[in-house]
């Protein structure tokens, strides 16, 4: 049981009212649902669902080992418990293009992006990657396109072609993708303003950037990518990356002190994490039923 409100039809609409506003859409990456609930109610426009962060969190790295049910599963958990809009990375289509679009609209997901990568894919910021063709990719687009059912559910399309061809090859790649009906271009692997604003300038469709730490880009401030005229930008493996590091400091602090006295401060207390999960809210309700039962079989 949960409180969300929003049918995935409302969260679909409520991406698009936000992408014409022309004010480009933050969107962290969540690996669990507490953290998109989280993202939420910091104020953040949607969320993000890695599918690195998911390989990942499965201990695996991200190299086209996760299955549809595995990054599926995750992203309905995810996307369930926020009212905000659902970004899913969906890698290089789980085999079925088809099959993959009708289980995430299934899911109540909001967009999803598909990538011309080899299906043996790598990280997007990672050297030595392989392409499919141009021709490949369109129709895997093409398949995506004519697999929904809500037109309001939106096809990404993610190019990794930068690092591989060449940017100028890239660009013709994506034009090819809005031609087969994308309506949002992930130039993978930008590196600076001259490729952030080259790509704007030669692409006339919503554009995506991509914020990720330790990688090939430039950490741009939110304003500046809007101010080369992108329209969402994601921060996918943040999240995960705060976690990890501050949940092995503090294993390794407790294993040498033997307790964890000294790192309570750097821990979420129980009274914030009933607030995030809503616990009064679940405990009202509660008794509203306890409630009714009782008079019920007065």
Known sequence: ???????????????????????????PGAYNPLTAKLIEEIGYDAVYVS????????????IGLTSLEDVSTRSYLISRVTNLPTIVDID?????????IQVFEEFGITAVHIEDQIELKRCGHLD??????????????????HAKQDEN????????????????????????????????????????EKDFE???????CYLLANMTEFGKSKL?????LENFGYNIVIYPVTTQRLAMKNVEDGLRNIYENGHQNNIIDKMQTRKRLYELVEYEKYNELD??????????HE
């Open 1 to 27: 049981m949960h409180f969300v409100k929003k049918e995935p039809s409302e969260k679909r609409l409520d991406f698009i009212t936000k992408l014409k506003k022309n004010k480009i859409l933050r969107v």
């Open 220 to 224: 741009f401030n939110y304003k500046e």
């Open 153 to 192: 559910f939106k096809i990404i399309a993610r190019s990794d072609a930068k690092s591989v061809e060449g940017i100028d090859k890239m660009i013709d790649r994506c034009k090819a993708y809005i031609d087969a009906g994308a309506e949002i271009i992930f130039p993978e692997a930008l590196e600076n």
């Open 287 to 296: 008794e509203k039923i306890y409630n009714f039962d009782t008079k019920g």
């Open 198 to 204: 080259k790509v704007r300038k030669h692409l006339d």
């Open 51 to 62: 599918g690195g962060v998911m390989a990942n969190d499965l201990g695996f790295p991200d």
């Open 128 to 145: 030595n990657k392989e392409l499919i063709s141009t021709e490949q990719m369109v129709k895997k687009i093409k398949e995506c396109v």
């Open 92 to 100: 290089t289509g789980f085999k079925s293009c088809e099959k993959t």
